[in-house]
């Protein structure tokens, strides 16, 4: 049978050109010229992937990835994003968002079809395997959590929202994709995202209740639900934030580091997607997503790091300097997440920015970040120094977690 794939693209050149081709090479293809259009076709249609333009009027391809993700992970319906943004700040957001991969304009035809087709075999093997086709609205897993509706999809798992059987409360689930499931590394770092995010009891982490791999080797993590949004989705809203919210938020963030570091763990993935703004009876809770890669202090065994040959743990555009240098590294590697976190609210773009890793990490490296007061003149001299602080080259030369909101606060009162 023929897969079923959909180009959407407000382009009618780009469009035609890219659909004719790939229906020579034997796909049966649909075309959208919008966001809504191609909702409503996958909506009414089975297709097997989709070619999506992130450049488009009205609702971008961003958007239409999002509302995608709610009902699709990435192993059900995989998604290859078209971009003439090649800047590593649109691929980042692309697969933080759930993208299976991305080809840049103008197109290589012959490097897309390569992706189409690498996307469709991964597709094809986790399917075989059925670890996690059965998962779904209605499935129980390991007899005490039904599935309810899907809240979201990434790279490496489906979350959901579940019921507990005996307990009558609600829970949110996370399963590890079929495609990753069955490798060990995959299993032992989910469950090092349970087991290290257990060993941090604080009011600004997820709370992990539960953990398991069932007989079909699917693998899951139970954790509470939260409710509210994530903080890249406010910067996807304003932009830029005022200093007295970024001080809100850095308080209970840097609270949260600080208890990990001292209980031996580095986060290793500081960035907006991954603190979300939990909604707590009308009260605002800070909580710190995503402890699956994170690294264990006292674990000095390079057999034993969890680090995927291939890969790179972690966001690049977030990374500490000696991440890319391959220096040991502890806590102020998060610190340097945290500055450059807080300079992407301030400023509304990232301090050092390029699709090409190795052009990234020696910006990293050597590179002094824009000042902040040329992209944003409203935040204080005194802010900015506390900011590039945190951003410091050497580890030492920055501020500890626990000190970074009270230099923060009084820059701000400073300003006053």
């Known amino acids: 049978m023929k897969s079923q794939l959909l180009v959407v693209d407000d382009n009618e050149g780009n469009r035609d050109m890219l659909s004719q081709r790939l229906i020579r090479k034997g796909y049966d293809v649909e075309t959208a010229e919008n966001g809504p259009d191609a909702l409503a076709m996958v909506e009414a249609g089975q297709f097997d992937l989709i070619l999506l333009d992130i450049m488009m009027p009205g609702m971008s391809g961003i958007e239409v990835l999002r509302e995608l993700r709610v009902k699709y992970s990435t192993r059900d319906l995989p998604v290859i994003m078209a ?51 059965d998962a779904g609205p209605g499935t129980t897993i390991a007899g005490r959590y039904v599935l309810q509706e899907r809240l979201g999809a990434g790279a490496f798992g489906t979350v959901y929202k579940a019921r507990h059987i005996d307990l ?58 939260l409710e509210g949004h994530s903080l890249q989705d406010e910067l996807t809203e304003k932009n830029t934030l005022p200093v007295e919210r970024c001080s809100e938020l850095l308080g209970p963030i840097c609270a949260m580091l600080s208890q990990a570091h001292s209980a031996g763990l580095v986060h290793r993935d500081i960035k907006p997607a991954n603190i979300f703004l939990h909604s707590d009876r009308s009260k605002e809770v800070v909580k710190v997503l995503d402890f699956g890669i994170v690294k264990l202090l006292d674990d000095v065994d390079p057999d034993h790091q969890l680090t995927a040959e291939g890969r790179v743990l972690g966001t690049p555009a977030y990374m500490a300097p000696e991440r890319f240098n391959d220096e040991p590294y502890d806590g102020s590697a998060d ?33 002094k970040p824009e000042p902040l007061r040329s992209l944003n003149p409203e935040v204080p001299a005194s802010v900015e120094k506390v900011v590039l602080n945190a951003l410091a080259k050497r580890p030492e030369s920055r501020p500890k977690p626990r000190e970074l909101p009270r230099q923060f606060a009084r820059a701000i009162s400073r300003s006053a």
């Open 83 to 133: 971009t003439a943004n090649d800047s590593a700040e649109s691929v980042v957001e692309a697969l933080e968002c759930g993208a299976n991969d991305y080809v840049t304009k103008p197109i290589n035809f012959p490097m897309a079809l390569a992706r189409v087709e690498s996307q469709l075999r991964q597709k094809n093997a986790a399917q075989a395997e059925g670890t996690e086709a």
């Open 168 to 225: 009558e409360n609600e829970v949110a689930v996370k399963i590890l994709h079929a495609s990753v499931g069955l490798e060990p590394e995959a299993v032992d770092r989910f469950r090092r995202e349970g087991v290290s995010a257990c060993r941090v009891r604080h009011p600004n982490a997820v709370t992990v209740l539960d953990f398991g791999v069932i007989s079909t080797g699917l693998a899951y993590l139970v954790m509470e639900l």
């Open 335 to 367: 610190v340097y997440s945290v500055g450059i976190m807080l300079y992407r609210m301030l400023a509304g773009k990232l301090p050092f920015n390029d699709r090409d890793l190795v052009k990234l990490a020696m910006m990293h490296m050597t590179e």
